[in-house]
Nanobody, 127 residues
Framework: VQLVESGGGLAQAGGSLRLSCAAS????????VGWFRQAPGKEREFVAA????????YYAEPVRGRFTIYRDNTKNTASLQTHMLKPEDSAVYYC?????????????????????WGKGTQVTVSS
């Protein structure tokens, strides 16, 4: 599976951006998908994840209620809709996938355990 992100850019505080992730393989539906971000000088951190069916979603506390993750297995795509952006949301955002299942799948969505990564898309939020 290869992943390509798009949709990043510059937004004002309080604004919105929609990030997209396109997968190149038909087995996309076998992977849970996560969004991660990395700001300069900081470690890569988890943002949001969606299960392989799309029926279960999980969010990091700093973005809960502001970001929503989606996936469309018929189009091999995933997306992250962001609202009420804050300057501290500025980072490179990465899409990643992992072949994981089970009721505790979200616990496996860790930067160290992902199977494939995109190259990232920059999000900059001005105050």
């Amino acid at each position: 599976v290869q992943l390509v992100e798009s949709g990043g850019g510059l937004a004002q505080a309080g604004g919105s951006l929609r990030l997209s992730c396109a997968a190149s393989e038909l087995t996309f539906s076998s992977y849970a998908v996560g969004w991660f971000r990395q700001a300069p000088g900081k470690e890569r951190e988890f943002v949001a994840a969606v299960s392989w069916t799309g029926g279960s979603k999980y969010y990091a506390e700093p973005v809960r209620g502001r970001f929503t993750i989606y996936r469309d297995n018929t189009k091999n795509t995933a997306s992250l809709q962001t609202h009420m952006l804050k300057p501290e949301d500025s980072a490179v955002y990465y899409c990643a996938a992992r072949a994981v299942e089970g009721s505790s799948w979200w616990q496996e969505m860790d930067p160290a355990g992902m199977d494939v990564w995109g190259k990232g898309t920059q999000v900059t939020v001005s105050s």
